[in-house]
């Protein structure tokens, strides 16, 4: 029995669970995780080089596609982040065979998962779980989901990915907080989105990938991670043709093969630490990017004042003098992008003149101003639209993070800002950021997390 025992802990395949296990559980159990916050001393300029990590938004919609492959899947460059991290938990706990290469590289054979089933207790931490609606009903022509969590935008329904199930010949019902999708069959279909949707073109395409026919996806999202998904897809046998444009045809097929894929570098990583650099009046040299899908954060970034240098897989930024007002209004790709607005409202809270933010995607996503205010910023908000006053220097002041984006917005302000701010709530930074901290320090912030005494993640949530 002991050398049975002594066999198993030895043995690589069975000693790699345990510890994927174990670090699943402590990582999530709720109640157990104590929170920290940052602590960062600002008034330093970011120098130095930074190396992006891969695209959370394109690894959340990725790591679900697993599931319709009937091989195994090698998927690289995965960011080490908490939301990465519960759509794998998601794929262990639904019956997915899942090894861990190494700490941005995984392994998935989800030829053994039955259930159709994601309770609540799995998919309420983020937005992107939504993706396993597509997912199970393109594999088992059913899903039974509850309603996604994740940072809060105001009302974000998920209408047009229900118009999309149904015009695939799926029923959808909402019953007792759950999503119920069913279907006999699913034919190609011709689809349009009424709204410019990332979240509703990545599902349609997850559940028609499998459908008989042709389905077309008009008025259809281009964001570089939509591109992304479709690679991958189109590596495993799929037939998608015009990922980057309005128009996306899906030729169904009847099954998908294993691959390797390489997760595109994060696109909003990558502007955070080029509008930080800006900030703070540095000089960083922003690597392993793809600097086309930047531009937009680059032409603002000129506008202000900062100095963009392109290569060919990096990008430097420096501030040499003082930072000038600009207009910002977020749009889908290839415009401004959203998840960018709080990051540039921090920055903007120091230019010299008045600048006016306009958010054109989301409702409610100026929540953080009341943080940026406490540190000394003019900012005003009237619905959609936020008019900033630059004033000589941001101070220190207790704030938190009230989103994921809102978070790093929060950093950047401390970074800038005049003394030691504390920053509370830092789970929302780190579902999106792998290694701020080290990164942050890496290029001569002054930032360190401290432990906060007897509050848990429950009781902050």
Known sequence: MESELIYSLLNPRILQKIILRLEIKQKFIEGVTVLDKYVVSGGKPLCGEVTISGAKNAAL?????????????????????????AVIRILYELG????????????????????HVVPYEMTKRMRASYYFMGVMLSRFHKALIAPPGGCDFGVRPIDLHIKGFEALGATVNIESGMVDIQADRLLGSQIYLDSVSVGATINIILAAIKARGVTIIENAAKEPHIVDLANFLNSMGADIRGAG???????????????????????????TYMVAAAATGGDVLIKNVIPKHLE?????????GAVVEEYDDSIRVT??????????????HPGFPTDMQPQMAALLSTAEGTSIITEGVWDSRFRYVEQLTRMGAQVQVDGKVAVVEGVSELTCAPVKAVD????????IAALMAKGTTHIEDIYHIERGYENIIEKLRDLGA????????????????
Do not use: F, W
């Open 446 to 461: 002054d930032i360190k997390r401290v432990y906060i005494e007897g509050q848990t993640a429950t009781q902050a949530m």
């Open 96 to 115: 997915a065979n899942v090894k861990m290469i190494n700490k941005s590289t995984i392994e998935i054979d989800a030829s053994k998962i039955t259930t």
């Open 296 to 304: 937009s954060i680059t032409a603002k970034l000129e506008e202000v």
């Open 61 to 85: 919609a990725i790591i679900p596609a697993a599931i319709l492959s009937d091989g195994i899947c090698r998927i690289e460059n995965i960011p080490n982040i908490s939301d990465t991290s």
């Open 245 to 271: 444009t309005d128009v996306i045809k899906i030729h169904g097929v009847e099954h998908l093969s294993g691959t390797t894929y390489s997760i595109i570098p994060d696109q909003i990583e990558a502007g």
């Open 319 to 332: 501030r040499p003098g003082k930072l000038l007002k600009c207009n910002v209004k977020t749009m889908p």
């Open 404 to 411: 994921l984006r809102a978070g790093a917005a929060m950093v």
